[in-house]
Structures are given as structure tokens and as C-alpha cells.
């Protein structure tokens, strides 16, 4: 049974975490401090603002995405078990050590339109086994099922400084001590309720979504007036890693569909570094990801930064909402 105040290496020890990958976590986490520090100090770093490079998404870089996704990059190259890594923020995969045990895909800055306004943001972070059949360098590395990780967490810069992570065992909630520059463990097992009375959308999207997936956000809004018989509340942060917080903590269930606002990129998340570290981390607290059709975790990828619909959170409410689709 694991402590309250337990640090991430003994309690990863217990998870049965062996010293290579225990190395490699702690180099990304290492880096995750330094960042936090950046965002803590925000215009006193001069590390607000946007430049003018744009991302393989199309998506107008922020000043501190390029300062996390260089932090994070220069910790895992450092580290000899990382054969290569994928970033939101690197159009190819970034050749390692060709020796390597591990691979690594983050999203150095998750919520990055919130920088500026001191708004939820975090890092999330992905840990496959390396391929032994195709390049140390090519994006093949990375053509995994979620269910193939060995790792995936976030950091959420906030109030406190979160770290959440599992390694297959239990979702465990670590709190950066900053007298110590630890995180310590301070909540040992998350767990999502099977229920909740609380949806997590973005609304304004409301009429480029398919006529199935509006009647269930219109069943929700209605409320005890209508089918589901109980009231429900709705939060949107603009942060997958601050909204995916609160239903691992209080429950809920959280959504992106696809919409038809751009024909050729129906869904907005991307698969490897979002969905699949998240979907791995509420399946071990409990809850269920989907996206319209299947678990997110058994999807078979087929590009780096492939997209995907997500569907997430507790597992009764997830059932729910597929019911409509379905
Ligand atoms: P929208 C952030 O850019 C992100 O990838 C997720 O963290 C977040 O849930 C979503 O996009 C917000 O999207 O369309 O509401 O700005």
C-alpha cells in the first residue's frame, strides 16, 4: 500500500518500474520542473506571447511551447534509453540512441491558447517499448496501440504543480513540494465515479456536429425536463489536461467530436499524444475512452499526428453517450 508523501521513484519502484524506464521518467519529469518554473514567472521571463512560426498542426507557436518542447527534448536526448521521440511541437520523429530501450511522444504544452491569459495548461507524455524491425528514426516507432504503452502521464501547471501517471498499475496523483523540488504522492489510487452530472464540450461547435451527437448534449442541457431525469452542469477549460484533471478527481465525462467544419480533419485531438497517454490514465482510474466506435487504446494508428474523436471519462456516462451514436 502506498503513502501519502511517498516519492515518484519509490512509488514507481513498488509498480514494478525498472531502472532504465525509472531513468527516463525522471529526466521528463526533471524537464516538466524547469517548465513549471517558466510558467510560474510568466511575463517576468518574458515567456508570454506568440512567434511567428507556425506548427505541423497549422497552429501559431506561443513562445513557451518552443522553450517546453526544447526543455523537454534535450532532457530525453540525454538519456541513453531513448532510441527517438515525437512532439506535437516536430513535424518527423527525432532519432535518439539507436540502442535505445524506449520511445517517447509528448505534447510539451497542452492548452497553449491559455498561456496568455494564466489559464490551465500542462504536459502530457507517452512511453512505448522501441521497435526492433523498423529505424531508430522512423515514424513506424511510433505505429503502436495505446495499449502498448509502458507509461503516460501529465504535468498541470496551476495553483499546484501536478504530476499524474501510471505505468500499467494505478493513476497516481504526485504534488510538487517546491522546498523540496519533489513531487510527492497525494492521492495513491484516482478513481472516477461510474456517474457523474457533469459534460465537458465546447458548445460553440454545436452545429457542425453529427444530428446524433447533438440530441445527446440537448438530452444533457434539458436536464430533469427531459429523458435523463437529472441536472447537469458543464465546464470547458480549453486544456484537455485541465479538463481531463477534474473528471479524474470529481468524475464527469469529457468530449471533442468530430464536427464537419473542415472536411478533411473531422476530429481536432491527435491520437498518439493526447488521447492514448489520457485514455490510458482514466482506464486505470476506472473509466472508460472511446472515440465514436472503439476504445481509443485499441485503435491501430496509421500517421504521427493522426487526429481522433474523444470520448472520455465515467464509464456509465461514456456508455450513455455512445448509446446515441451507436
Ligand atoms: P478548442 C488545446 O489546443 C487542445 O488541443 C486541448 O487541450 C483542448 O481540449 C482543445 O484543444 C480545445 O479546443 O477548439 O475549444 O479551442
Known amino acids: ?43 517576468l521571463a518574458g515567456v508570454l506571447g506568440s512567434t511567428q512560426n507556425e506548427n505541423v498542426q497549422g497552429e501559431t507557436q506561443k513562445k513557451l511551447d518552443i522553450i517546453a518542447n526544447q526543455l523537454i527534448k534535450d532532457a530525453l536526448l540525454s538519456n541513453e534509453q531513448v532510441r527517438a521521440l515525437a512532439s506535437e511541437e516536430e513535424d518527423d520523429v527525432v532519432a535518439g540512441n539507436k540502442n535505445g530501450k524506449y520511445v517517447v511522444a509528448f505534447d510539451p504544452l497542452d492548452g497553449s491558447s491559455n498561456i496568455d491569459v494564466n489559464g490551465q495548461i500542462g504536459t502530457i507524455f507517452t512511453i512505448y517499448p522501441a521497435r526492433n524491425d523498423v529505424a531508430t528514426n522512423s515514424a513506424l516507432q511510433f505505429q503502436q496501440r495505446g495499449t502498448q504503452q509502458v507509461c503516460a502521464g501529465y504535468v498541470l501547471y496551476g495553483a499546484s504543480t501536478l504530476l499524474v501517471i501510471s505505468t500499467g498499475g494505478p493513476t497516481h496523483c504526485f504534488t510538487l513540494d517546491t522546498a523540496s523540488q519533489q513531487f510527492l504522492l497525494t492521492n495513491p489510487t484516482l478513481s472516477i465515479p461510474q456517474d457523474t452530472q457533469e459534460f465537458s464540450v465546447n458548445m460553440a461547435n454545436q452545429r457542425f456536429w453529427a444530428s446524433s451527437f447533438q440530441s445527446y448534449i440537448a438530452d444533457l442541457i434539458a436536464g430533469e425536463t427531459g429523458k435523463r431525469n437529472k441536472r447537469f452542469n458543464m465546464r470547458w477549460n480549453a486544456s484537455m489536461v485541465g479538463d481531463m484533471h477534474r473528471v479524474l478527481i470529481r468524475g464527469g465525462i469529457f468530449i471533442y467530436p468530430s464536427d464537419s467544419r473542415d472536411a478533411k480533419q473531422p476530429a481536432k485531438l491527435r491520437l498518439l499524444y493526447e488521447a492514448n497517454p489520457i485514455a490510458m490514465l482514466v482506464e486505470n482510474a476506472g473509466g472508460k475512452a472511446f472515440n465514436e466506435s472503439q476504445r481509443i487504446l485499441d485503435i491501430e494508428p496509421s500517421a504521427l499526428h493522426q487526429r481522433v474523436a474523444v470520448i472520455m471519462g465515467s464509464a456509465n456516462e461514456v456508455e450513455a453517450c455512445l448509446g446515441y451514436l451507436q
Open 1 to 43: 500500500m502506498q503513502n501519502t508523501e511517498q516519492t515518484l521513484a519509490s512509488v514507481l519502484d513498488e509498480d514494478g518500474a525498472n531502472a532504465e524506464l525509472l531513468s527516463l521518467i525522471h529526466n521528463l519529469v526533471d524537464a516538466t520542473e524547469e517548465i513549471a518554473v517558466c510558467v510560474n514567472k510568466g511575463a
